[in-house]
C-alpha cells in the first residue's frame, strides 16, 4: 500500500510544483478529465493550471483493453472528433456473434442487447489515449509520463494536498546510487485519481477516507490478451465474437473475445473472474488452451502473435461503487469501478466519469471548499448510474453457476428489464478460494509455440522493463505466511493467477521459498487482489517501469 506522507523533514529536499488541478493516469479516465477542465477554463476566458501524472514510459504503455469501444462519452467531449485527420486506428463494429463452447462445437446463442455494438469501434486503447493526449496538451495540459505518485500528501488539516512522486535512483538495498533524484512533490487544490483499477494511490485513500463503508466489496477479473497478424482474408474487419463454456468449468465466470481490425488484425483475448475457487486454475493457460478450440484454430493458423498482455478489471457494478468525494480529491474511471461487466465496456463510462468531475471542480473553483459533494451528485443523475444500475445483478448470478445465470439474466434482461427489487451481494474475490485439500489439480496441455506459448516467450512481447537495481515492489507483508500458509494450505496459487511468472517457489537447503522475479510484472495487480493471505501488496515500482504497449 503506497506510505503516506505529511509535511516532514524530509520533503525539504524535493522539488515542489503547485497546480490547480492535479490528475493521476493517463487512460480515458483522467485524459477526459484534464482535456474537459481545460474546455471549461477556455470558455470562461480563465487560467487553470491541471497536470497529468502518468507512470508508464509514455501515454498509452500501460493501457490495455479488448476493446470495443462506445463513443458516446467521446461524442460530448471533442464533438467534432470523427472529423480529425489523425485518428488512430478505429474499426467499425459490424456484426456481432455469441457462442457457447463445448469441448468441439460453438454452438450460437441469441446477442445479449447489452452486447449489441452498433455504432461502437474495435480500437486499440492505448493508441487512443495517445490520440487524447495530444488533444490535452494542445489545450495546455502539463503531462509527466514516466512519474509515478507513490505517496498521498496530506494538508494540515488532513485533506488531501497533492502527490509524491517515487525517487529514481534508490537500489535493492534501499541505498541512493550516484543516479538518485528525489521524487517531486506535486501540490494542489484538487487531486483526481484516474489510476485504473486497483489503484495503489486509490486503495490506500479508500481505506483512509472510509469510502467503502456504505457498499459492496468491489470484485475483479484477470483479462489477458494478445494481438495477431493473421494471413490476409482471414480477419473479417468488424467482427466481434465474444464466447462462454469452455474450456472453464461451468462454476467458473469467464469467456472469450475476437475483435477483427483492419489490416488483417485481431485481438484475441480471455477473461476470468477472480471469484474462481480452484487454487490450480491457472487464467494464462485456460487462454493458451482456448485457442486451439475447432472454432478459433483456423482463424490463427498461419499467423503471428505479435502483442501479448494482461490486466486486472473491476467487476462489481453498481453495488460496489464507493464514494467517489473526500477532502482534496475525487475518484474517476475504473479507479471508482464503472465498468459495465455485460456489456464489457468501461471506457465510456470512465471518460463520462471524468467530465462530470471536471464539471464540478469548475464549478467549485472559487467557493474554497475542500471536498467537491457535487461531484457524487452528477454522478447519481447521470447515464454511468443508469446504465450500472439496470445489469447490477447479472455478473453476481454467476455465483449460481452458469446455466443459472444464463436462465437469470435472460429474465432480467427480457423479463424485469433490470428493475428487479432485489440487488445481489458480493464477497471479496480471495475469500473463495479453496484449501488444497479440496480441490483438483489441473492438468495443462503442453503450449505448441506456434498457436500457444509458454509464458516467459509471451512476456517478452510485452515490452517490460524495470530498472535492475530498485526495491521490490511486491512486498510480502510477512514473508514466512508464503510457505507456511500459502504453499502448505492453498497450493502456492500466485505461481498460476499471476500472468507474467512473477511468483516462483524455490527449494533451497533450508526449505522452500517464494521468489519474486519482480522484473517481469505486468502491473495487472492480479496479486494484490486474488492473494487468499492478502499478504501481497503491490506498489508502484520506479515511473517509467512496466510493459509497454504498443497496439493493445
Not at 280 to 285: A, V
Not at 463 to 469: A, K, S
Request: glycine share 10%.
Amino acid at each position: 500500500m503506497a506510505q503516506d506522507t505529511s509535511n516532514n523533514a524530509r520533503q525539504t529536499e524535493r522539488e515542489n510544483m503547485d497546480f490547480d488541478v492535479l490528475v493521476v493516469g493517463g487512460g480515458p479516465s483522467g485524459l477526459a478529465t484534464a482535456i474537459r477542465l481545460k474546455q471549461c477554463a477556455q470558455a470562461a476566458g480563465e487560467e487553470l493550471s491541471v497536470c497529468l501524472l502518468e507512470k508508464g514510459a509514455t501515454i498509452g504503455a500501460h493501457i490495455l483493453s479488448g476493446a470495443v469501444f462506445e463513443p458516446r462519452a467521446l461524442d460530448e467531449l471533442l464533438p467534432a472528433w470523427r472529423e480529425q485527420t489523425d485518428l488512430p486506428l478505429m474499426t467499425p463494429a459490424r456484426r456481432d456473434r455469441f457462442r457457447f463452447l463445448t469441448a468441439r462445437y460453438a454452438l450460437p446463442l441469441p446477442t445479449p442487447p447489452h452486447m449489441h455494438n452498433k455504432g461502437n469501434y474495435i480500437v486499440s486503447l492505448g493508441e487512443l489515449c495517445r490520440w487524447l493526449a495530444v488533444k490535452a496538451e494542445d489545450l495546455g495540459v502539463d503531462i509527466f509520463p514516466g512519474f509515478a505518485g507513490v505517496a498521498p500528501h496530506f494538508d494540515a488539516d488532513g485533506a488531501l494536498g497533492g502527490i509524491v512522486t517515487g525517487d529514481m535512483g534508490v537500489g535493492k538495498n534501499l541505498e541512493r546510487t550516484a543516479n538518485y533524484q528525489p521524487g517531486l512533490l506535486l501540490r494542489a487544490r484538487q487531486t483526481v485519481l484516474a489510476e485504473g483499477c486497483r489503484g495503489s494511490l486509490g486503495k490506500t485513500l479508500i481505506a483512509r477516507f472510509n469510502l467503502d463503508a456504505h457498499c459492496q466489496p468491489q470484485t475483479y477479473g484477470i483479462g489477458l490478451k494478445e494481438l495477431w497478424e493473421v494471413p490476409t482474408g482471414s480477419a473479417r474487419a468488424g467482427d466481434v465474437l465474444h464466447t462462454i463454456g469452455w474450456p472453464l468449468r461451468r462454476t467458473t465466470y469467464g469467456g472469450s473475445f475476437l475483435y477483427h481490425l483492419k489490416d488483417d488484425l485481431v485481438s484475441v483475448g480471455f477473461v476470468v473472474g477472480l471469484d474462481y475457487e480452484n487454487p490450480y486454475l491457472s487464467p494464462y493457460h485456460e487462454f493458451q488452451r482456448f485457442k486451439h478450440h475447432p472454432s478459433i484454430l483456423p482463424l490463427l493458423a498461419g499467423g503471428r502473435r505479435i502483442a501479448y498482455g494482461a490486466r486486472a478489471l473491476n467487476e462489481g457494478g453498481a453495488q460496489s461503487v464507493p464514494r467517489l468525494h473526500f477532502p482534496g480529491g475525487l475518484l474517476v474511471g475504473c479507479e471508482a469501478g464503472f465498468m459495465n461487466v455485460p456489456k464489457i465496456k468501461g471506457s465510456h463510462n470512465a471518460m463520462k466519469s471524468g467530465m462530470l468531475a471536471a464539471d464540478a471542480i469548475f464549478a467549485a473553483r472559487k467557493d474554497g471548499s475542500k471536498e467537491i459533494k457535487a461531484y457524487g451528485e452528477h454522478v447519481r443523475k447521470s447515464w454511468i448510474v443508469q446504465e450500472l444500475h439496470r445489469v447490477r445483478n447479472i455478473r453476481p448470478a454467476f455465483r449460481f453457476g452458469l446455466w443459472w445465470a444464463l436462465l437469470y439474466a435472460a429474465l432480467d434482461t427480457y423479463i424485469l428489464r433490470g428493475r428487479a427489487p432485489w440487488t445481489f451481494r458480493h464477497r471479496k474475490d480471495h475469500q473463495h478460494l479453496l484449501s488444497r485439500a479440496r480441490a483438483t489439480p489441473i492438468a495443462y496441455p503442453k503450449p505448441d509455440g506456434v498457436i500457444s506459448f509458454d509464458l516467459l516467450t509471451n512476456l517478452s512481447f510485452a515490452g517490460v522493463y524495470h530498472e535492475e537495481n530498485q526495491p521490490v515492489h511486491l512486498r510480502l507483508q510477512q514473508p514466512e505466511l508464503a510457505i507456511s500458509e500459502g504453499a502448505k494450505r492453498y497450493a502456492s496459487p500466485e505461481t498460476r493467477y499471476c500472468p507474467a511468472g512473477v511468483y516462483e517457489i524455490v527449494e533451497e537447503e533450508k526449505g522452500l521459498r517464494l521468489q519474486i522475479n519482480a522484473q517481469n510484472c505486468l502491473h495487472c495487480k492480479t496479486c494484490d487482489i486474488k492473494d487468499p493471505l492478502q499478504n501481497i501488496d503491490w506498489i508502484p515500482p520506479e515511473g517509467g517501469g512496466g510493459p509497454n504497449y504498443e497496439r493493445m
